[in-house]
């Protein structure tokens, strides 16, 4: 008796000393919600005002530019699916995360520190639903539903969620993005009301080979998309870009295009391949009068209404974690981002796909909300690369920043307290050469200039004045001012060395050339 009453009397002074010491007294944690899409290029949303999104609005995603901030400066390391998502959750580039290719680079070690470990060790509830793509199971999550179907890319239909790394389940009815609406709001609804959160909401849509919900077929059927400025680029004075294969004339498969076999084939083999003919530049078209000019246009406009079919579902599913959150007296203490993993062509130099350094598959989309820190209707052109989400998510909670995380804090963008001090972004990308042949590269992106080395079969270099060529046209290496080139060679070595990415060029063909086999995690038992 007497123990349970000192007992008492030192709970009581632990819990009163809890308080008083507490600043976070009268405010309620921040909630963190991250949503990414997949291959949603700025282009395609409204809040960054592109002639195509004028006809095919984003009204969900603009809310949260709106309500907070758009940022117009956000650059992905490596633009990949894989690559780019294991530097948003390391907060560290390819060559330091390991997970530096899609293809043959084996699977991303979740044993390594990510960002949403930081939010679970610190009493966070953690959950990760819809597409992971980094093969191993996730870590650092209460709760997990990933899709695992397709070689971990998942399906639009039909598609195939492993969760918390043992139960498979088959979607057979709704649609993938339907799927992950529907099981965030189941999460959001069963989770622990006392503790915060932090949910990763994220996408399978709009990737190839972009297969929109049915409710959506009918947008845009009586109207056709503008093509961009640079659709038919020659891509002279650009060795690399000339020897691709992503052109939306030569490249986009019958799959791609929605087509059907004429009859039933009679292996599974024939059936794929018969929807594969055209990824490496087999001419067909579907139906003998649709040539040339009218059968490219045909194709891109085939192709830009379906991804933008799909960019409505991931929009209005938006919208719905965003209505929930205010229905739920939650929208004041949550902050929001929206992203995609990377940028991607939307017929800007002939293409469609990513993997380039050029600024459509650069850039990546980013809006941020976070009532009380972010005034609403923020726009900001700091230089922001995809390795600093990790350490500004981890700030804006007032968590402590790992040192080992190589981005920084964008945080104070907003609070003007100390912003990324740098004068140019990082690029490397390695995989070569499926599946669009783009070469090996890395390079910087200051605020007028980009520099990029092409070297893995070649040794190219190319150079672009943004501020008076932003298309990046016309490649001025061999005519810009030496002192110019001097420079900026100059800067990309001290930034390569900076992040500890100053490999000889035979060192990093090494990395292109090592073939790491993944090992997916395959279904186990599918509920029907
Ligand atoms: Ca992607």
Redesign the pocket.
């Given at each position: 008796m007497r123990h349970t009453f000192y007992l008492l009397i030192v709970l009581i002074f632990l819990s009163s000393c809890g308080e008083t010491e507490s600043p976070q007294k009268d405010k309620k944690p921040l909630n963190i919600v991250y949503i990414m899409a997949?291959?949603l290029a700025y282009q395609a949303i409204s809040a960054y005002g592109s002639e195509i999104s004028k006809l095919a609005p984003t009204p969900n995603i603009d809310r949260i530019a709106n309500e907070g901030a758009r940022m117009d400066a956000v650059y992905c390391t490596n633009s990949i699916?894989g690559p780019s998502r294991a530097s948003i959750l390391t907060g560290k580039f390819s060559h330091v995360n390991g997970f530096y290719k899609n293809v043959d680079g084996g699977d991303f070690d979740g044993e390594q520190l990510t960002f949403p470990k930081v939010f679970q060790e610190n009493g966070y509830q953690t959950a990760v639903i819809g597409k992971w793509h980094l093969g191993t199971t996730p870590t650092g999550f209460d709760y997990s539903k990933v899709l695992i179907n397709w070689g971990g890319q998942g399906t639009y239909f039909k598609p195939q969620f492993c969760v918390n790394g043992t139960d498979t389940i088959q979607e057979y009815k709704r649609h993938s993005t339907k799927v992950i609406e529907d099981d965030c709001i189941d999460w959001l609804e069963s989770r622990d009301k006392d503790m915060p959160f932090m949910l990763l909401y994220q996408f399978k849509a709009p990737?190839r080979d972009w297969r929109p919900d049915s409710i959506y077929h009918d947008l845009f059927t009586d109207f056709d998309f503008p093509l961009p400025d640079s659709f038919n680029d020659d891509y002279e004075g650009r060795l690399a870009a000339s020897e691709n294969m992503m052109e939306i004339e030569n490249h986009l498969n019958r799959r791609d295009m929605k087509q059907e076999p004429p009859h039933a084939l009679p292996t599974r083999k024939d059936s794929m391949k018969w929807y594969a003919y055209g990824d490496r530049g087999q001419f067909w078209t579907p139906n003998d009068s649709l040539q040339g000019e009218e059968l490219k246009y045909w194709k891109y406009q085939t192709y830009i209404k379906d991804y933008l079919r799909c960019v409505a579902g991931v929009d209005r599913a938006i919208g719905t974690l965003l209505d929930y959150l205010e229905e739920n007296g939650l929208a004041e203490n949550t902050l929001v981002v929206y992203t995609s993993?990377?940028g991607f062509y939307l017929g800007e130099h002939g293409w469609f796909d990513?993997r380039w350094m050029y600024e459509e598959s650069f850039k990546m989309p980013f809006v941020i909300k976070c009532p009380g820190i972010i005034e609403p209707g923020t726009t900001s052109d700091q230089m922001i690369m995809n390795v600093d989400f990790a350490p500004t998510l981890i700030d804006f909670a007032g968590l402590d920043v790992p040192g080992e995380m190589q981005g920084t804090s964008f945080k104070g963008v907003f609070t003007e307290e100390e912003v990324p001090n740098r004068e140019a972004v990082y690029y490397h990308y390695y995989e070569w050469p499926i599946w669009h042949k783009v070469q090996p590269h890395y390079g910087i992106r200051t605020d007028k200039y980009k520099l990029m080395h092409f070297y893995y079969s070649m040794d190219e270099w190319e150079l672009y004045d943004i501020e008076s060529d932003p298309q990046e046209m016309h490649n001025i290496y061999n005519e810009a001012p030496e002192e110019l080139i001097l420079d900026l060679k100059q800067k990309l070595e001290h930034i390569r060395m900076d992040y500890k990415d100053d490999y000889s060029i035979n060192e990093m063909k090494v990395m292109t050339d090592t073939v790491i086999k993944r090992v997916y995690n395959e279904p186990n038992k599918v509920n029907k």
């Open positions: 997949d291959d699916c990737h993993d990377q990513k």
